[in-house]
Antibody, heavy 112, light 112 residues
Framework: EVQLVESGGGLVQPGRSLKLSCLAS????????MNWIRQAPGKGLEWVAS????????YYADTVKGRFTISRDNAKNTLYLQMTSLRSEDTALYYC?????WGQGVMVTVSS | DVLMTQTPVSLPVSLGGQVSISCRSS???????????LHWYLQKPGQSPQLLIY???NRFSGVPDRFSGSGSGTDFTLKISRVEPEDLGVYYC?????????FGGGTKLELK
């Protein structure tokens, strides 16, 4: 069974940093591109970032470019999202997804 | 960026009925590799999105044949026949042909 389990969310003040993790199991993680997608409370889905299977290709939404960094450790079956200079508009449920499969999401709340 | 216009926003349905959801893109979704990366997801209340249809018309594993996808270029449709209670929720289209990936605004399927 495929499982994607996010962690690392929480309440953080504007301007601070947070690092999300996503532990994958049930499939060959190193074979798949991975993504972070977020959903603000009561809103639709917004793609945040993608990373190819070997980390050769990385893409970001303009809204997070320069502030967020996606990375992965294939030996640990883990995807990461380092978030810096957080803003109130970054408040959302952050999903780790392979597009076929999604985690349950981790909540990030940016507020003073 | 590719704008994904999804209609209708709300779709009342009777159980057993048939509905269609439209997703139109602001530019062609045909990739240089010849594939069209247009996908459909359902997000049930309180749950993560789940993949229904990938690359326009391919049903994902376990998705009933009541769901069908069609279209080409910039115009795509998801049809649901014999609607069942577990089909209720918000449907999203996603294009992953061009970066940044973009989602439609969502269509809420609800009972009349």
């Amino acid at each position: 069974e495929v499982q994607l389990v996010e962690s690392g969310g929480g309440l953080v003040q504007p301007g601070r940093s947070l690092k999300l993790s996503c532990l994958a199991s049930g499939f060959t993680f190193s074979n798949y591109g991975m993504n972070w997608i977020r959903q603000a409370p009561g809103k639709g889905l917004e793609w945040v970032a993608s990373i190819s299977s070997s980390s050769s290709y990385i893409y970001y939404a303009d809204t997070v470019k320069g502030r967020f960094t996606i990375s992965r450790d294939n030996a640990k079956n883990t995807l990461y999202l380092q978030m810096t200079s957080l803003r109130s508009e970054d408040t959302a449920l952050y999903y780790c997804a392979s597009l076929m499969d999604w985690g349950q999401g981790v909540m990030v709340t940016v507020s003073s | 960026d590719v704008l994904m216009t999804q209609t209708p926003v709300s779709l009342p349905v009777s159980l057993g009925g048939q509905v269609s959801i439209s997703c139109r893109s602001s530019q062609s979704l045909v990739h240089s590799d010849g594939n069209t990366y247009l996908h459909w997801y359902l997000q049930k209340p309180g749950q993560s999105p789940q993949l229904l249809i990938y690359r326009v018309s391919n049903r994902f594993s376990g998705v009933p044949d009541r769901f069908s996808g069609s279209g080409s270029g910039t115009d795509f449709t998801l049809k649901i026949s014999r609607v069942e209670p577990e089909d209720l929720g918000v449907y999203y289209c996603l294009q992953s042909t061009h970066f940044p990936w973009t989602f439609g605004g969502g269509t809420k399927l609800e009972l009349k």
